[in-house]
């Protein structure tokens, strides 16, 4: 229902930062929460951080919490992922996914995804 489409991703020295966008189609984002998955080649996609339509809740994967931050503007219909301290084991497509009222942590919750940035950090 609602259109995702992902930017900001690249390559990047480990210790590095990025800063990822998810920018969102339709007149009713606050509405939506909103989360970053990841998936590495081989591997499942897993969860790394959420956000509550409103902004007040926040979710992180353990493996990102101190170092990722999420947040949004809902009057830009844009949510962002601000990574800093990269390490190599962050490589991955990045995908922002939304759902239509709270926020969960588990990708079958989702319903509208984005086309995936590449991240890449090297050492």
Request: charged content about 15%; glycine content about 14%; overall charge positive.
């Given at each position: 229902?609602?259109?995702?489409?992902?930017?900001?991703?690249?390559l990047v020295?480990?210790?590095?930062?990025?800063?990822?966008?998810?920018?969102?189609?339709?007149?009713?984002?606050?509405?939506?929460?909103?989360?970053?998955?990841?998936q590495a080649?081989?591997?499942?996609?897993?969860?790394?951080?959420?956000?509550?339509?409103?902004?007040?809740?926040?979710?992180?994967?353990?493996?990102?919490?101190?170092?990722?931050?999420?947040?949004?503007?809902?009057?830009?219909?844009?949510?962002?992922?601000?990574?800093?301290?990269?390490?190599?084991e962050d490589?991955?497509?990045?995908?922002?996914?939304?759902?239509?009222?709270?926020?969960?942590?588990?990708?079958?919750?989702?319903?509208?995804?984005?086309?995936?940035?590449?991240?890449?950090?090297?050492?």
């Amino acid at each position: 229902q609602v259109q995702l489409v992902e930017s900001g991703g690249g390559l990047v020295q480990a210790g590095g930062s990025l800063r990822l966008t998810c920018a969102a189609s339709g007149r009713t984002f606050s509405g939506y929460s909103v989360g970053w998955f990841r998936q590495a080649p081989g591997k499942k996609r897993d969860f790394v951080a959420g956000i509550s339509g409103n902004g007040v809740s926040t979710a992180y994967a353990d493996s990102v919490k101190g170092r990722f931050t999420i947040s949004r503007d809902n009057a830009k219909n844009t949510v962002y992922l601000q990574m800093n301290s990269l390490k190599p084991e962050d490589t991955a497509v990045y995908s922002c996914a939304g759902r239509w009222g709270l926020l969960k942590t588990v990708e079958q919750s989702f319903d509208s995804w984005g086309q995936g940035t590449q991240v890449t950090v090297s050492s």
